[in-house]
């Protein structure tokens, strides 16, 4: 498998995941000649992506949907509610219902969800073979009932949303701070840490961290609290990864 992160951020949302000639796209909340423009630099045909997922309908996840699909014809992979939402927004023809697992191509998927303040939220799990992704962002918390499922995966994708100190510290103002920290907000670094240090194991290599707040965090101090918290127990992984708003990850084989 592969995966690059286009862009991650609150202004625009992206990620790709390739395995053995399947191709697929995670949320497209940049432009769609962002997304275009970033998957030909990594020599991705946007004409032969199989599938777009979609985490939730919240507009830095899903604006630029409507221009791509309508280009591509791309098929769209909805749970129902997500699917009613969105149909709200734009136009879906090509589209399939998705259960809590199935397969796209190539690629086993698993679905669970997420604590956000949308009426739907999906995090994944992509497997082939014996590598395996967990993508999850734009979640207040991950569910207990959850934890079993997600340990000792090659890649972890994971929301680092914010720093609390400088959250709390801020120009926000107070009920968008309280919406952040509370259970349909977003992870901070040391939640997103504190979860990581649970779920990595030895079959773990790579870790990226995603929707960094340009305003409330920094790569330095995301890195700065994993660091800390896998020192304390003793913990590490090859390769952490800080996805940007407006440039692309490496492509990382998986």
Known sequence: MKICVLASGSKGNCTYIESNGTRLLVDIGTTSLYA??????????????????????????????????KKYKTKLYLTRKIYQELSKELPISNF???????????????????????????????????????????TGYIHLKH???????????MESNHDVEMLMNGSYPYHLKQRILGDEGHLSN????????????????DIILIHLSEDNNS????????????????????????????????????
Request: net charge negative.
């Open 36 to 69: 275009e423009k970033k998957l030909k630099e990594i020599e991705a045909d946007p004409k032969q992506v199989n599938g777009i997922l979609v985490t939730h309908t919240h507009t830095d996840h899903i604006s630029g949907i409507r221009v791509f699909v």
């Open 96 to 138: 399939e219902i998705i259960d809590l697992e199935f397969k796209i191509g190539e690629i086993n998927i698993e679905v669970f969800k997420t604590s956000h303040d949308t009426p739907d939220g999906n995090a994944y799990i992509f497997s082939h073979n014996d590598s395996s992704i967990v993508y999850i962002t734009d």
């Open 147 to 157: 934890h079993n499922k997600l340990k000792n995966k090659s890649l972890y994708v």
């Open 190 to 205: 040391i939640d997103c840490s504190n979860y990581l240090s649970k779920f990595i194991g030895d079959k773990t290599r």
């Open 219 to 254: 790569k330095e101090k995301a890195l700065e609290t994993l660091n800390q918290t896998f020192s304390k127990k003793n913990q590490f992984v090859n390769h952490v990864y800080v996805s940007t708003q407006h440039e692309r990850t490496d492509v990382i084989d998986v």
